[in-house]
C-alpha cells in the first residue's frame, strides 16, 4: 500500500500509476493531487521495477 503524505488516503499499488520526472519517481494522489515521492530499488528478477515510499517522505 502507498500512502499519501497530504490526505493520508491509501491505494494499492495497482491503483495508481507511478511517473518519473527530473526529480525522480512519484505518484500523484488521485483525491488530492499531491505528489508522493518514490524511492526506486532497481528491478526484480522478473525485469519489474521496484518502487518504494520511504516512511518519512
Ligand atoms: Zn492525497
Redesign the pocket.
Known amino acids: 500500500m502507498w500512502t ?6 491509501r491505494y494499492g499499488f495497482d491503483q495508481v500509476a507511478p511517473e518519473v520526472d527530473d526529480h525522480g519517481f512519484f505518484f500523484l ?6 505528489k ?1 515521492k518514490l524511492v526506486s530499488l532497481g528491478r526484480d528478477a522478473n525485469g519489474n521495477l521496484q518502487l518504494v515510499q520511504r516512511d518519512d517522505e
Open positions: 499519501c503524505r497530504n490526505c493520508d488516503a494522489c488521485p483525491a488530492c493531487d499531491y508522493n
